[in-house]
């Protein structure tokens, strides 16, 4: 037959010592494990920070404290139960509601609660 239609194919050198963990296939990953370590410091571990820091603040609510619920509701903490997730918040004069803890999204300090009255 003809060979022009084919190609010959040369193996390539097998004597060079190269094995899966050769300095080459270490700088093929390096940029893929860069990029990782970038989103871990620059976006998993802020959030992360701030997700514990609000739980903490879901925590450690108190009569009085303005809080902001996922669904954009403000109200004033009324009353607080240390073993029920529970929250009774005033929404309105009058009227109160019962907040599940981790729907609350933002607790307002109560400095910034008077700045606003005032």
Do not use: C
């Not at 010959?8 to 060079?16: P, S």
């Not at 959030?47 to 669904?71: F, H, M, P, W, Y």
């Amino acid at each position: 037959m003809n060979s022009f239609l084919f190609s010959t194919a040369y193996a390539a050198d097998a004597g060079t010592g190269g094995g899966a963990f050769s300095s080459a296939a270490m700088l093929q990953y390096a940029p893929i494990v860069l990029v990782f370590v970038v989103f871990y410091f620059l976006l998993i571990r802020p959030q992360q920070k701030r997700q514990r820091e609000l739980r903490e603040e879901q925590n450690s609510l108190r009569r009085g404290d303005r809080i902001v619920t996922a669904g954009g509701i403000l109200g004033t903490v009324q009353n607080t139960r240390d073993d029920s997730q529970e929250i009774d918040v005033e929404i309105a004069p009058g009227v109160k509601v019962k907040v599940i803890r981790s729907t609350i999204t933002t607790v307002l300090s109560r400095e910034d609660r008077v700045a606003n009255d005032s």
